[in-house]
């Protein structure tokens, strides 16, 4: 499976692909042992540029080479033939360093399903609540439902808007109860979401938990470094082959490699080392090395339906952002205090709620913006103007990831399937249906909310359906394509203690190991799985040796 060329880098106890959410953590935990020794390869560079620490800078972050591997997806029928941007981050702290920074768990359903797939309790909400705890430290203090003292800080926002604060008190007036609290296993309600800031600046993970504990002598970390393949031995997980600086290298791991490069990352490495469906890597050439038709399928994300209105008397970013006076106003406002739209996550205001009633939790989420613009990327509209998105947090539409080559250098196919399934199209007319009942809440009467995106016109199913196409993005939350699950699932590609279905000493732990997507944003869950993987390895450590 090797080149004869590959220069001796190093022998590992761990070594693990990819420093973004999950590999962070996972290097932490498994370094704070003196016994044993850490390699942690990542493909990207290094995380000292200041739009990663101001949090505005996710628009500079984002579709930039230096921090963002910039992919693209697929065309896609539901999104009426279009394909869009896939940022992941390229950097380290990966996708971490140029996310939303958005604390959100996730629904006690969520985990609930995970344990009944899976056969294995130990991811119930009742059993990965305290893994969540344990990392956290919560700007309340510790409780039931929180930790304090951890790693991961959760902190309020530090701006205020006047448009979203009549928008959340619209929602209450349309029947969504108000919450203060995203994260106590009902996420219903609406509210401001909390983020992942200290004192007005971006958290990511590697300043959590990789930068912290760099001085360690047994954790060795490298940058620029691009996996080309797993090295197997038989049905054995040896170790790793990268490129730096033109020169491919070798990495033994004598415990155990483990995958952490996410859903898109990690399902490439994987297929490009001959593991995977048969046919897609007979097709590229590549040598079967262990057959697993699951590799790459279960593709699932949360696709946001961005509905634009224009408003009267009243302030949004936009006005700001296109005058030189409001920009000095909001820099020196985060220079002198760490405050204002500089520290704005890209959504400050939440919530959740059913689009119809037969759902027994919320099943779609709302990203409420004071801004508007065509797309990302592009600058914000002269006119006053809101955008609310809303998501669909349970689609059933599946997608995959598929190599194109067997080059390593050549992005993936990405094809999500946005919309291809009568459930997904019903939810989304219905999702729109319900924003249009919102902002005509006697709330939002003030602002004469008018509704450009997409359009007053817009008003059966059919062309509702259409136009979600037509307005719909992803949030960047794939998951699923190398999902875990009992013996008897075909699909299934891990286990529940994420060890790789057919090959020993290798485990993936990462947002791919995940069966169904969680109802919220997907970071926090990321690191409570690189929580409960770090415990597993450790655990395992002696039966491997």
């Given amino acids: 499976m090797s080149e004869p060329s590959a220069k001796r880098f190093g022998s590992f106890d761990y070594v693990i692909v990819g420093a973004g ?23 990207g560079g290094r995380d000292d540029w200041i739009w990663i620490d101001i949090p505005v800078g996710y628009l500079y972050c984002i579709n930039n080479p230096r921090t963002d591997w910039c992919y693209r997806t ?38 609930d399903e995970w344990a009944r797939l899976t056969g294995d309790s130990s991811w119930n909400w009742d059993a990965v609540l305290p893994v969540f705890k344990r990392s956290e430290d919560h700007w309340r203090g510790a409780s039931d439902a929180h930790g304090a003292g951890g790693e991961w800080r959760v902190e309020q ?17 349309t029947g969504i109860p108000l919450t203060d609290d995203f994260n106590r296993g009902d996420n219903e309600g609406a509210g401001k979401f909390e983020v992942n800031q200290r004192r007005g600046v971006r958290l990511s993970a590697s300043k959590a938990f990789l930068h912290p504990v760099a001085h360690r002598e047994n954790l060795t970390v490298v940058t620029e470094a691009q996996v080309t393949r797993l090295r197997l031995q038989g049905r054995r997980a040896a170790g790793l082959e990268f490129v730096r600086a033109g020169e491919r290298q070798f990495a033994e791991a004598r415990v155990e490699t ?99 009633p037969e759902h027994a939790t919320p099943n779609i989420e709302y990203h409420v913006q004071p801004l508007t613009l065509d797309k990302f990327g592009e600058p914000l509209h002269r006119f006053p103007a809101f955008t609310a998105s809303v998501c669909n947090l349970r689609p059933t539409s599946r997608g995959h990831i598929r190599i194109k080559t067997a080059e390593f250098r050549d992005a993936p196919e990405i094809q999500l399937n946005y919309l291809s399934t009568a459930e997904d199209q019903r939810v989304a007319a219905d999702s729109l249906r319900l924003t249009r009942r919102i902002v005509q809440a006697p709330a939002l009467a003030r602002y004469s909310p008018d509704e450009f995106l997409p359009g007053p016109k817009v008003q059966s199913d059919a062309e509702l359906v259409r136009a979600a196409g037509d307005i719909g993005t992803t949030i960047f939350h794939p998951i699923g394509t190398c999902k875990m699950g009992r013996a008897d699932d075909p699909a299934a590609v891990v286990d ?4 790789l279905r057919g090959i020993e000493r290798l485990r993936v732990v990462d947002a791919s190991i995940m069966p169904t997507i969680t109802s919220g944003n997907t970071a926090a869950p990321v690191m409570m799985i690189a929580e409960r993987g770090a415990e597993m390895l450790r655990q395992d450590r002696n039966r491997i040796g």
């Avoid at 959410?21 to 493909?43: F, I, K, T």
């Avoid at 529940?496 to 060890?499: D, H």
């Fill in 157 to 173: 926002q530090r701006l205020e808007w006047e448009i979203l604060n009549s928008f959340r008190t619209a929602m209450s007036e």
């Fill in 496 to 499: 529940s203690r994420l060890r």
């Fill in 258 to 356: 483990v995958l952490a490069a996410g859903s898109i990352g990690t399902t490439q490495i994987l297929q490009l080392s001959g593991i995977g469906p048969a046919a897609l890597l007979q097709r590229h050439g590549i040598a079967v090395a262990h057959e697993l038709p699951g590799v790459g399928e279960n593709l699932q994300d949360h696709l946001q339906l961005r509905m634009g209105f224009k408003v009267q008397n009243v302030l949004t970013l936009n006005k700001l952002a296109n005058s030189w006076i409001g920009k000095a106003k909001m820099a020196l406002e985060y220079a002198l205090f760490r405050t204002g739209p500089l520290t704005m996550a890209p959504s400050q205001l939440g919530g959740f709620t059913r689009s119809s």
């Fill in 74 to 111: 697929e065309p896609c029928d539901g999104l009426n033939g279009r394909s869009i941007i896939y940022a992941r981050g390229k950097v380290l702290g990966g996708c971490s360093s140029i996310n939303a920074m958005v604390y959100m768990r996730g629904q006690k359903r969520d985990y």
């Fill in 21 to 43: 959410s999950a590999g962070c953590v996972l290097a932490n935990r498994l370094s704070a042992d003196p016994e044993v020794s850490v390699l942690l390869v990542e493909a």
